[in-house]
């Protein structure tokens, strides 16, 4: 059986050319993800010389294969934080999560984006009682996040305990993504597709980017890869597990 993302049936593509020259940039964004798409989105406008480069094509990578929820609660992870850090980290966290899902809800609404945005509750569960819900739901009380108590889900799946929150949401990332790509490419920034890096040197006092097609300098990097493409001595590259990231980031 082919494993196919929901969200990419019935979408149409156009690809922009890939690169085909030296370029020396004010800034590059590496990866066309929600995450590189949306930094281009918030500087589309500042009189910066930017690029972004993708190696395939826009939102095809992880973001065309999410739940699309816009959901501040993430399974366990405040208790998790909480056990890492403390309460004031993890309420961060929240207040974090809190302001993407309007900031989100605001630019759909700004732009008329028709990405089937639906306000829905979130739930968290577990299919035996009391391993972790209890420990989210002390910090959403001592967060002052409004929950409520279920003992089934909406849904017909095993539930032994369960509670939902209000204010998340559920859309088409890839409707999303693809007004957001042609926003960008109407503004000042120059979108290359097919174009990977792959490799990261600093050359000159700025940062220099190979690709097949050419080479990049820039000022200013932001690597939107979701897993870093560079492996070398002067920069330690994140880890994506969420603890690993959180202790190698203290
Ligand atoms: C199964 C699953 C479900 C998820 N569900 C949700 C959800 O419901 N809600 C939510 O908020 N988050 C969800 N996530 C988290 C999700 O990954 C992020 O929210 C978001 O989609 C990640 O965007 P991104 O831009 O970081 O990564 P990506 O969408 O993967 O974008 C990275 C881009 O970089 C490009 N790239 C990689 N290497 C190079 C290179 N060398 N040169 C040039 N380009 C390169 C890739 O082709 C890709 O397009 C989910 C994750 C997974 C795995």
Redesign the pocket.
């Known amino acids: 059986m082919k494993q196919k993302s929901i969200w990419t049936e019935g979408m149409t593509y156009e690809i922009t050319p890939s690169l085909k020259e030296d370029l020396d940039v004010d800034i590059l964004i ?7 798409l949306m930094t281009a989105y918030h500087l589309k406008d500042e009189k910066y010389n930017i690029v972004l ?4 094509k ?6 065309s ?6 959901t501040y609660m993430q399974g366990d992870i405040y208790s998790k934080i909480e056990d890492i850090y403390d309460f004031t980290v993890a309420k961060a966290y929240l207040e974090s999560q809190k302001y993407a899902i309007e900031k989100a809800e605001q630019i759909i609404e700004k732009h008329q984006i028709a990405c089937n945005f639906q306000k829905v509750d979130s739930y968290i569960f577990e299919t035996e009682n009391n391993k972790y819900l209890n420990k989210e739901r002390d910090f959403l009380e001592r967060a002052k996040v409004p929950y409520y108590n279920q003992k089934k889900l909406p849904i017909n799946f095993p539930c032994a305990d369960a509670l939902y929150t209000k204010n998340t949401a559920t859309f088409h ?1 890839l409707k999303y993504l693809s007004f957001i790509k042609e926003l960008i490419l109407k503004s000042q920034i120059k979108v290359y597709e097919n ?4 490799d990261l040197d600093i050359k000159d006092g700025k940062y220099l980017i190979k690709t097949k097609q050419g080479n990049i300098k820039t000022t200013k990097l932001i690597i ?3 897993y870093p ?1 560079f492996r070398n001595s002067w920069i330690n590259a994140f880890k994506t597990s969420p603890r690993t990231f959180i202790r190698l980031s203290c």
Not at 30 to 36: R, Y
Not at 58 to 63: D, E, F, K, L, S
């Open positions: 590496v990866g066309g993800g929600l995450a590189g480069i993708e190696k395939d826009i939102g095809y990578g992880i973001t294969k999410t739940t699309g929820k816009l990332p174009t990977v890096a792959l939107c890869t979701h493409f």
